[in-house]
């Protein structure tokens, strides 16, 4: 069965980090593109970050260059979102996704496969 678990998520006081983890299990990455999503309560979900199949090319929403980082370990199957200098508007649920084909893109409408969710919260 295939299947996306995120975690890493929970709370953390604003200027803080966390690395969220999105691991797959009944397929390979390889073939995918990964994107990160985050849905905040009473918003639209959002495109966060996101990386190509070969891991040669990412992007990221202008929101939160420079302070997020994705990345993919293909040995674990694995594709984590480094998230620093976090603010309490990066609070809400964040999600992963594999788009067939190996592209990404920011847009939802994009995507094949979904994770769960887990929560994160910035808060003092």
């Known amino acids: 069965q295939l299947q996306l678990v995120e975690s890493g998520g929970g709370l953390v006081q604003p200027g803080g980090s966390l690395r969220l983890s999105c691991a797959a299990s009944?397929?390979?990455?390889?073939?995918?593109?990964i994107g990160w999503f985050r849905q905040a309560p009473g918003k639209e979900r959002e495109g966060v970050s996101y990386?190509?199949?070969?891991?040669?090319?990412?992007n990221s929403a202008d929101s939160v260059k420079g302070r997020f980082t994705i990345s993919r370990d293909r040995a674990k199957n694995t594709v984590y979102l480094q998230m620093n200098s976090l603010k309490p508007e990066d609070t809400a649920v964040y999600y992963c996704?594999?788009?067939?084909?190996?592209?990404?893109?920011?847009?939802?409408?994009?995507?094949?496969?979904w994770g769960q969710g887990t929560q994160v919260t910035v808060s003092s």
């Open positions: 996704a594999a788009r067939k084909g190996g592209l990404g893109g920011l847009d939802p409408r994009l995507y094949d496969y």
């Open positions: 009944g397929f390979t990455l390889d073939s995918y593109g």
């Open positions: 990386i190509r199949n070969s891991g040669l090319f990412t």
